[in-house]
């Protein structure tokens, strides 16, 4: 009976996988970009905690978007910094009368987790028809603006997310990387078969009439994942909730430096996974429960077990290769193979990490 479960499970991954290479290359939505927005208001939204040492990167950013300056809104927040967060934000904003900064009000912990508080107050000033969002840690293109509202154009999306993928040189970053492209991946392929999943907060726009039709996020109920609980609740306002893919929107955010901060952020983000609907949790499981069945068929039969695992491992590299593809990146089939060792570790860890009983740290706050 065992040895029939772990053949099942072998095998509709396999199917899962070469699935997955199919439609990344048969039914991808590219919402076309041949085209010029309109220019409209937007306003850019960045929460900052902490953040001194990654700030000048997003700065510098911001300044070289090609989009008109006074059509953009540059909304910093500062939640209560220990470090020159503070410093750094109130002399950029002086030297950009686009911009301004929010000293963020300490809010109800039980009520809305840091970030959420964050952008409930920072939101009350936006001045645009369209709330675009971004993270501390990240470097935005300069066609950031332009691609992700023609997406929206394109597509009259209530809510749009972006691409994000890690920028490192360490082997650590590079392997958290790929973990991304895999993720966001199948994220991507699921959104193009009408199934939204989630949404990402460091690469997202948002209309301003989606916004308001949920009461903003004062108006979501308490979550650590506050960027995939405002997807779940505009779709379920009526809006369309795209996932748009492109070079001119690929957003580049920094890796985790250690393996406990690893855990951390996977513990926060498994609390909104277990909300996920039954077929993409089953999606998920069976990327995890592959590892004990291929295991258990090497000590069966090695050759046969070896082999099932090369074949998984070669689909699963052709998956991420051809995804990063779409945003016009190329990935080192070396780092690839060596891929299915982190991913191996990490899943599993991160399972044991979310039942452990401990507190769930977020930027030093601590929830749960």
């Known amino acids: 009976m065992i040895y029939g479960l772990v053949v099942v499970v072998v095998f509709l991954l396999l199917l899962q996988d070469a699935l997955l ?3 990344i290359q048969m039914n991808f939505n590219k919402y076309n970009e041949a085209q010029n927005p309109d220019f409209l208001k937007v306003s850019i939204l960045i929460p900052c905690r902490n953040e001194a040492h990654n700030l000048l990167r ?33 002399n950029w904003v002086s030297k950009h ?24 107050q920072m939101v009350k000033s936006a001045e645009g028809d369209f709330y675009l969002f971004t993270d501390a840690d990240c470097v935005v293109p300069s066609n950031w603006v332009k691609s992700m509202l023609l997406a929206q154009k394109n597509s009259d999306a209530g809510i749009v997310t972006g691409i994000t993928h890690i920028g490192s040189d360490s082997f650590f970053g590079k392997m958290q990387a790929l973990d991304w492209w895999l993720s966001l991946g199948m994220v991507k392929v699921m ?18 009439k989606a916004y308001a039709s949920v009461g903003g996020f004062e108006g979501l109920p308490f979550s650590l994942t506050e960027d995939f609980e405002m997807g779940k609740a505009i779709e379920k306002k009526g809006f369309v909730a795209i996932h748009h893919v492109s070079a001119d929107n ?3 955010t920094l890796p985790q430096q250690n393996f ?13 996974a277990m909300d996920l609907p ?19 068929l090497c000590f069966l039969q090695l050759f046969a077990g070896l082999m099932v695992w090369v074949i998984k491992v070669a689909i699963q590299s052709l998956f991420i290769y051809l995804f990063s593809l779409k945003t016009g990146q190329k990935l080192k089939i ?33 929830y749960g």
């Open 278 to 296: 039954i077929y993409w949790r089953s999606v998920l499981a069976m990327q995890v429960l592959f590892f004990p069945a291929v295991i258990y």
């Open 250 to 252: 690929l957003v580049e």
């Open 334 to 366: 070396s780092t690839l193979a060596l891929f299915e060792i982190y991913y191996l570790f990490t899943s599993w860890s991160t399972i044991v990490y979310y039942f452990w009983p401990s507190k769930t740290d977020w930027k030093g706050r601590k």
């Open 58 to 90: 997003v700065l510098a950013s911001l300044e070289k978007l090609d989009y008109p300056k006074d059509q953009v809104q540059f909304i910093l927040g500062d939640d209560h910094s220990s470090d020159e967060t503070a410093t750094i934000l109130e």
């Open 97 to 120: 009368s686009n911009s301004i900064l929010i000293a963020i009000i300490e809010g109800d912990q039980k009520r809305m987790n840091g970030k959420a508080n964050a952008l409930s």
């Open 260 to 272: 406990k901060g690893l855990l951390d952020q996977r513990k926060r983000w498994m609390h909104g």
């Open 21 to 23: 290479v199919i439609l």
């Open 191 to 208: 959104n193009d078969l009408g199934i939204s999943v989630t949404s990402m907060g460091n690469n997202m726009l948002i209309t301003k």
